[in-house]
């Protein structure tokens, strides 16, 4: 990893090789009961791993590493969905917007990491403020938009996929009667449509995994793209994102889950406070909407409270950003979690819905998502209540390595 280099024009600088010793006045390790530690303090070791954890005084630091404090601690911050560095600040299609392609209505085959820009500077702006793990990749807009995939902020190229946490994390469906928005094919163009047209590539990708299985040879099919992918859906490899917000479309999410056997995680669910026992009944955990997303369309029925909804309810969630159609082309998922929880999310919930349970959701709980040791040393630093939008991070730690820029 270089030392330093220009990032949009603001110098981001990586500290030496000393190890980062972090203070914090109080500090929330997102484990066990969620209770925060005070005056703890977290050793981040050379390897960018963790290595201790506890309280100031309890803990040996190392000889000669740099000391940061700060009033609040936290894990780094982690965007359960967004389309950040394949939709770019500038919001120019033809130059920085790559989050969906026109020209097919089902497109599983399209990789995330291709057509993703870390230099652009809607990374480093959410990195600022806190978010160290971004789950990106094709937005909601056509029925299949393509895949996702799990990197860190801190991350400017991805030579190869094993720059990512995930290069292959889910594929993006969108379920609604106009999910093209008129940007792609007319068809399809109704709920039932949709729905028929998803369940014949399901139909056909399970014959052609049928098919490569077989022991003879000469019956072993040619790969396919977009039947490779979709197998992968059906053989548990790869969950389906679907996102589903009117309570039909919930339901019928469900019960193509209930047919196909696939894991299903479903995004936005503006109305699954009308369905939320068929939701808990059918295991799946829920990325909620933003909270404060514009309520038309498909989310004119949402609600400020649909967290805490899912949150009595016993089901899995956590918090995204989500895509927006105008610059600067995302919202902040620090914000949004903050007005969930003036909506009735317990804060220690609404914390947690930003760090561990997209960390648990994307099956990456063994690395990221807590401050716990031999996990890695992601962190953010803020001057106080991280769930207050007026709250300054003072700080990001990616790996053990601080990243900072001239202030914003």
């Not at 990491?113 to 480093?124: C, I, S, T």
């Not at 068809?187 to 098919?211: D, I």
């Not at 936005?268 to 404060?292: N, Q």
């Amino acid at each position: 990893m270089i030392r330093s280099y220009f990032l949009a024009g603001l110098l981001l600088i990586e500290t030496a090789a000393a190890q980062l010793v972090i203070k914090g006045e109080l500090l929330h390790t997102m484990t066990g009961d969620l209770e925060p530690i005070k005056n703890g303090v977290v050793v981040c070791g050379a390897d960018g791993k963790i290595s201790a954890v506890g309280k100031q005084g309890e803990v040996e630091l190392p000889e000669g590493a740099k000391v940061i404090e700060a009033s609040v601690v936290t894990p780094g911050i982690i965007d359960a969905r967004s389309s950040i560095g394949l939709s770019g600040l500038l919001n120019l299609p033809r130059h920085d917007q790559e989050q969906l392609d026109h020209t097919s209505p089902v497109q599983p085959e399209l990789r995330a990491f291709d057509a993703y820009n870390g230099r652009d500077p809607l990374v480093k702006w959410v990195r600022d403020l806190g978010i160290t793990t971004i789950h990106t990749g094709h937005a909601p807009g056509a029925l299949v938009a393509g895949q996702t995939m799990v990197v860190k902020t801190d991350v400017a190229s991805i030579v190869s996929p094993d720059d990512t946490l995930l290069p292959l994390a889910m594929v993006a469906v969108s379920l609604s009667k106009n999910q093209n928005n008129g940007q792609v094919s007319k068809a399809p163009g109704t709920r039932a449509k949709s729905m028929a047209v998803l369940r014949s590539e399901l139909v056909k990708a399970r014959e052609h995994a049928r098919k490569a299985e077989d022991a003879d040879a000469e019956k072993t099919p040619e790969p396919n793209l977009k039947l490779d992918i979709l197998a992968a859906v059906l053989r548990k490899e790869t969950p389906l994102l679907i996102q589903a917000n009117r309570h039909h479309d919930i339901t019928a999410a469900i019960r193509l889950q209930q047919e196909f056997g696939f894991d299903l995680v479903l995004e936005g669910a503006s109305e699954a406070y009308l369905v939320l026992d068929e939701i808990k009944a059918s295991g799946c955990p829920v990325l909620v909407h933003p909270t404060m997303a514009r309520s038309f369309g498909d989310r004119r029925n949402m609600t400020f409270k649909m967290a805490a909804e899912l949150h009595k309810a016993g089901i899995p969630f956590a918090f995204q950003s989500g895509f927006e159609a105008y610059v600067p082309k995302t919202r902040v998922v620090l914000f949004e979690a903050g007005a969930a929880a003036a909506h009735g999310l317990p804060p220690k919930q609404t914390l947690a819905a930003c760090t561990i349970r997209p960390a648990e959701i994307l099956g990456l709980a063994d690395y990221i998502g807590s401050l716990e040791v031999g996990k890695d040393a992601d962190l953010a630093l803020f001057e106080g209540d991280p769930l207050e939008t007026v709250t300054r991070c003072s700080g990001v730690v990616i790996g053990g390595k601080l990243r900072s820029s001239e202030p914003h």
